[in-house]
């Protein structure tokens, strides 16, 4: 197996590391800018061009470079008709261009997947087992931490998550959240949406974001914000017979204030479990899963105000 990666930050290092655990004979190659510092990772070939390989010899294409990139990204390696792993969000704005984009690849039949690992995380696999067939009456989503946090010894203020000007904000950053709605319930009939950034961390991209997502039997409310010190990463789902509660960070479920489902696997954990998926499910059974269309469907949640 042959692997592009373009851009290779912390997360492609995930991505990088699921690769070779599961496939320890994976070559990899990663698209480096003109001018940048080699990083000399072990099991991985830098290149500055493209055509340095025989493209056709690859298995995927994996686009993890900076989002607001992705869109010229796809734009030229998707006329080499090779899958492509998106990481997301997909696009760091709406346009006329993206919609035209979405719709060539889908046109051109190239293979895609965006990046979704929570969907990986075993207790939303397995809420989404619990709630099948229940009336539900109501849904809490919650996602709140502290952002100076994420990145130890950075200027958190100089970051693209702070910086509204560099498409940053905690909407972007936490779309796994809404991701994960979307697959457990679908698209909302109506949606409404509030963001701000009046928080002490003082930073221009929104610190706090609030949905309320429209079903036709219930509402969703989904919460996020960059500020909490003590994190926090619940989904509670409230049904005619009782009340769900995820517990994220723990993975684990409680039901009526009872545990009902525990496990030991860590978020980490979830980029190798996407990874097997995606080859092993979408690229060798042709299934479909998290397309560009999705991915694109669930940007636009995300971003209308």
Avoid at 14 to 34: D, F, G, W
Avoid at 132 to 160: A, D, H, M, Q, T
Avoid at 190 to 215: C, M, V
Wanted: aromatic letters at 12%; charged letters at 25%; glycine letters at 4%.
């Amino acid at each position: 197996m042959k692997v592009l990666i373009i851009g290779l930050g912390s997360i492609a290092l995930k991505h990088i590391k699921a690769l070779q655990e599961l496939y320890p004979t994976v070559v990899i190659y990663a698209l480096r800018r003109e001018g940048e510092p080699l990083k000399e990772i072990e099991g991985v070939v830098e290149i500055f061009a493209i055509d340095e390989i025989a493209v056709d010899t690859l298995s995927f294409i994996l686009i993890s470079n900076p989002t607001a990139v992705h869109y010229d990204t796809i734009k030229k390696v998707m006329a080499y008709k090779k899958p492509l792993f998106i990481e997301k969000p997909l696009f760091s704005a709406l346009s006329k261009e993206a919609d035209r984009l979405v719709t060539e690849v889908e046109k051109q039949g190239v293979q895609t997947y965006v990046a979704c690992n929570l969907r990986f995380l075993e207790c939303i696999g397995k809420i989404k087992e619990l709630i099948e067939g229940k009336r539900i009456n109501e849904v809490n989503v919650y996602c709140g931490s502290y952002l100076p946090n994420w990145r130890p010894n950075v200027n958190f203020r100089k970051v693209y998550s702070a910086n509204k000007e560099m498409g940053g904000g905690v909407h972007i950053d936490l779309i796994h959240e809404l991701d994960y709605v979307y697959w457990l319930f679908g698209t909302p009939t109506h949606t409404r949406s509030f963001f701000s950034n009046r928080s002490s961390l003082d930073i221009t991209a929104y610190d706090y974001a609030n949905y309320l997502w429209e079903y036709v039997d219930f509402q969703v409310s989904v919460v996020l914000n960059y500020y909490r010190r003590d994190s926090k990463r619940t989904l509670e789902i409230l049904t005619d017979e009782g009340t769900y509660l995820v517990d994220l960070l723990e993975n684990n479920i409680w039901y009526n204030d009872e545990i009902i489902f525990e496990s030991g696997q860590r978020m980490l954990q979830t980029y190798t479990t996407q990874m097997h998926f995606f080859i092993e499910e979408i690229l060798s059974k042709q299934i479909k899963f998290n397309t560009i269309v999705e991915g694109y469907k669930v940007l636009q949640l995300c971003l209308q105000e």
